[in-house]
């Protein structure tokens, strides 16, 4: 049987790694998966994850199964941590979360969810998007469909015309919106955006589904929640897709969750009912030891101060790293515009190079970031600065 098989590419964010790790350049630079890294080029450990993994192997007494829902106190914890603690949809009872297996996995859950709940939906997400959205929602069998999002050639957002999409979609389909932090574009809405994004989606009548996978990265925990806020604020549905692995820095111990805002207290029962079904067909019950993790932070004063430090820590460093680079790349004489990196969120811009010069850095440079240009901004470091923007300048 396995003989009918085509090899599959490499993956074109993760295939990255591979190549680097296998680089021997002494200058070689990894600006390829979205992971935060600090000035050493190394991905840490949080301190307040250090602090919560010797709390909890001390408390810790069993490993019996969890079940579907995962960590009700973790689910209840990320549940305000997204919507904020006294939300008008918390206080009516109409959010459900399950616990699991990274933002992917979050995905996954509700891709089969949706289909659950129409078979047919399409799937409308932003041109363009996180590569691995795609594969995944089709291969729970949803249509993709995009909405124009990114203007390549102006850096800017693509605004009228993404409203204009937006209002022939209708309600039996699905739209994904990042809720910050834009993956790959790093171009967010801005709360005004918001606000005419929420209010066609009420008109409308579809279902939003927001990504948020970059949660405190762009401006702040409770800023960058504010499309997520408002939307389940104004509309009947909405489904939530959160990942802990890079604000808490969990990547490997893979953990998000996913959430589903209903009309009311009932309709959220029977919704979770599905969920816990699609859930328990997919991977039965998730992994339990970032969960007990995050909850142990958000779940302890101190802790979450500590963990909010951390955050912010990183967040500075990867808005500084993007001024630097705009700075370096003017002091190598490069005439070309490239400030708008530094007014972009999060941990990805376009660097707005093609594919050949992308090729290009990385077989004589030995510079790795995704075909598309997509570069992860926290690979960038002063020590590797200079020799990226001189690499940069050569090949332009
Ligand atoms: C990325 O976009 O680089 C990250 O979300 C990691 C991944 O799984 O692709």
């Not at 549940?79 to 996954?108: C, K, M, N, W, Y």
């Not at 066609?200 to 990265?217: E, K």
Request: glycine share 8%; proline share 4%.
């Amino acid at each position: 049987m396995f003989k009918t098989l085509t090899a599959m590419p490499a993956d074109p964010i993760l295939g990255l790694l591979t190549q680097y790790r296998q680089d021997n350049h002494s200058q070689k630079i990894d600006l390829g998966v979205g992971v935060y890294k600090d000035p050493a080029g190394h991905t840490p450990i949080l301190e307040c994850v250090k602090t919560a993994e010797k709390m909890r192997t001390e408390t810790e007494t069993t490993k019996v199964y969890i079940g579907p829902t995962g960590s009700e106190s973790f689910n209840q914890l990320m549940s305000e941590l997204a919507f904020g603690q006294s939300h008008t949809a918390l206080l009516a009872d109409r959010i459900r979360t399950v616990s699991t297996p990274g933002g992917t996995g979050a995905l996954r859950v509700a891709a089969e969810f949706i289909k659950s709940c129409n078979p047919n939906a399409v799937i409308w997400v932003s041109d363009p998007t996180w590569a691995n959205h795609t594969g995944l929602f089709e291969a729970a069998g949803l249509t993709v469909k995009t909405y124009p999002y990114y203007d390549y050639d102006t850096k800017t957002l693509k605004f009228d015309q993404m409203v204009d999409a937006l209002k022939q979609i209708n309600k039996d389909d699905v739209v994904l919106l990042h809720a910050c932090c834009h993956n790959p574009s790093g171009m967010d809405l801005t709360q005004s955006q918001w606000d005419e994004v929420i209010s066609i989606t009420a008109q409308q009548g579809f279902t939003p589904l927001i990504d948020m996978a970059y949660q405190g990265f762009g401006d702040g925990v409770d800023e960058d929640a504010y499309g997520v806020r408002q939307m389940a604020a104004a509309v009947e549905e909405m489904i939530l897709c959160s990942s802990c692995s890079k604000n808490f820095g969990l990547y490997r111990e893979r953990i998000g969750a996913c959430t589903i805002v209903a009309d009311n207290s009932q309709a959220a029962n029977v919704a979770f009912s599905v969920l816990l079904y699609v859930v328990r067909c997919i991977y039965s019950m998730p992994p339990a030891h970032g969960a007990a993790l995050v909850e142990t932070i958000l779940g302890n004063p101190e802790l979450k101060q500590a963990w909010l430090n951390e955050l912010t820590v990183m967040r500075d460093r990867i808005n500084g790293n993007r001024q630097m680079l705009v700075s370096k790349l003017i002091e190598n004489g490069v005439e070309q515009d490239f400030s708008f990196i530094a007014k972009q969120k999060g941990m990805f811009s376009f660097l707005g190079i093609n594919p050949e010069q992308v090729e290009t850095l990385k077989q004589q440079h030995s510079i790795y970031m995704v075909g598309s240009s997509r570069m992860s901004i926290a690979g960038i470091s002063e020590a590797n600065v200079d020799y990226l923007a001189k690499s940069i300048a050569t090949i332009l």
